[in-house]
């Protein structure tokens, strides 16, 4: 009994302090050195030199400009992490542009690596995320939304599935924080319809139960040209 005690104490001390986020740095930085084409993978991206580091590999220019939105969707995301950023391995940070065409969307997604807070500096959006799988299987995922004006920040938890819709009639900007180097995405709709290879339509149909006739449809918006 005496050791079943002091077995959770421990577990419960380990979870007081465990988090999910980059590990923390062991040295001032970590400059990334450009992916490494042998077969030796790591956990991050290996550092350049202390010595060779210059203030350059401190620098991101160009996020002053706008992104493309001229896209099915309307809107473009300008990434600014490691793999933009060498300076920023082994930090735990990195930030992103957005920008939106009226009406334009940045579909359903998620960062499986890191929390998103979310600055909207000009337009109106409509935003929102949804949470995972609740324990009662008789409750549904709640859906969590706001529409937000210039100058408001909203926060999408880590790993959930969010969006943001611009819901103005001019363009929207705005600025996202995430907290790891590199977030990750995962968009919805490509990943579900347009994998390679592809998701047997059989099971697609089965888990939206729906006809195979419209999965093959879906599929297609993904493989036009199969």
Avoid at 36 to 57: I, M, Q, R, Y
Avoid at 164 to 187: E, H, L, Y
Wanted: glycine share 8%; proline share 7%.
């Amino acid at each position: 009994m005496k050791m079943g005690l002091c077995a959770i104490a421990v577990l419960l001390s380990w979870a007081s302090i465990a988090y999910a986020a980059d590990p923390n740095p062991l040295q001032d930085f970590c400059v990334a050195l450009p992916d490494n084409k042998s077969d030796v993978f790591v956990n991050g991206k290996f550092c350049k030199d202390p010595n060779l580091v210059v203030a350059e590999d401190f620098l991101f220019q160009g996020l002053n400009i706008p992104g493309n939105t001229s896209n099915q969707l309307g809107s473009a995301v300008t990434a600014v992490n490691v793999n933009q950023l060498p300076g920023l391995n082994t930090l735990g940070v990195s930030l992103a542009r957005l920008d939106f065409a009226p009406y334009g969307l940045n579909p359903p997604h998620t960062h499986p690596r890191a929390t998103e807070a979310f600055l909207l500096l000009e337009g109106a959006l409509y935003v929102g995320f949804v949470t995972s799988n609740p324990a009662n299987a008789n409750q549904r995922n709640k859906l969590f939304t706001k529409y937000l004006k210039a100058g408001d920040v909203f926060v999408f938890p880590q790993g959930l599935i969010h969006f943001q819709i611009n819901v103005g009639k001019t363009n929207a900007v705005a600025f996202a924080g995430f907290g790891s180097q590199n977030p990750g995405v995962i968009t919805i709709a490509n990943a579900v319809f347009g994998s390679d290879p592809k998701i047997n339509p059989d099971v697609l149909a089965k888990a939206f139960q729906v006809e195979k006739n419209i999965i093959d449809y879906l599929q297609a918006q993904f493989w036009p040209n199969n």
